[in-house]
């Protein structure tokens, strides 16, 4: 009898440390979609398996490779092109709101810049031993960005402009852009799962842009119709898009990642790829165009990053 008892407790701790351990395997797997669970009477159920907005501490930090970032304005009757690299291009979780991440962006740039502002005036160059600064905000519980403060400062050798010469003249530049969304929205739909598709809706955002430059400072003194620097504001319309998430792994550098390809249609095109493993995005490749407002296109990969 006893040895009958003995026998029956090992048979269900077998089982309970069967289960326990299977339980253990299901949960941590990283990269399941969907489960097909099968019940007694044979019958299938698909179970979804979801990412949900992560969480980011201070420190978390994400450094970048962008290889084309090109943004036009149009306002006012003028224009203002910026067709740029940028290496190194780093965000940091620096801080916190009661509502917001906020995080510290820097890099280097490099490329082209143009503004004509649609009376005749032209400044158009190479931008050289120039960085990018500045700080973004994003809304925590779904990762909606809130405003945009960004600082281009370094020299533009202008190949043309204003003066009755044909060299090439180095101008110290500063350009400062800030970007404010009036209803804040996600690019990313939280949670996301493979298949899963939908549509962001419509917004509007606030735009600031100047230009200041001591090159501008001594033009203005001697022909009149060029300021002293320049400042444009402009609101802009920006239209819902539809999205298709699906699963898919890809490798940038030597390490391969599982991602979500988040496929974009209607006036916003191309994929950003997000993974959960690093909580962020690890490849973009994306272009917006509203004609006569403005356009927005950014082609780069993940080449670094650190997180707790």
Known sequence: MLFILIYGDKQNMKKQIYAFLSF?????????????????????????????????????????????????????????????????????????????????????????????????????????????????????????????????????????????????????LTITININKNIPRPFIDFPLYGGKQGQINETNIYTSIKFESIFLRILSIFFADIPNEILYEESYDIPKFKYLAETENISIGSETFYTYNISFTWDLYGSIYYTPSLRNIVKIETVIEIPDQFKFLCVGDLIDYSYI
Not at 85 to 113: A, P, Q
Not at 126 to 149: C, H, I, M, P, W
């Open 24 to 172: 253990l395997a299901i949960i941590s797997l990283p990269c399941i979609n969907g489960l097909v669970i099968i019940n007694k009477s044979g019958e299938s159920k698909n179970l979804v398996m979801e990412d949900d907005v992560p969480d980011w501490e201070l420190g978390d930090l994400w450094v970048y490779d962008i290889s084309r970032l090109q943004v036009v304005f149009y306002t006012s009757g003028a224009f203002i092109d910026l067709d740029t690299s940028m290496d190194d291009f780093t965000i940091e979780l620096v801080g916190y709101t009661e509502s917001s991440y906020i995080l510290k962006l820097s890099g280097r740039i490099k490329g082209n810049f143009q503004f004509d502002n649609g009376e005749g005036i032209i400044l158009k160059g190479d931008l050289f031993y120039t960085k990018v600064s500045g700080y973004a905000y994003f809304r925590q519980d779904d990762l909606a960005n809130e405003a945009v403060q960004i600082v281009i400062n370094g020299i533009v050798l202008l190949s043309e402009h204003p003066l009755i010469i044909s060299i090439r003249i180095p101008m110290p």
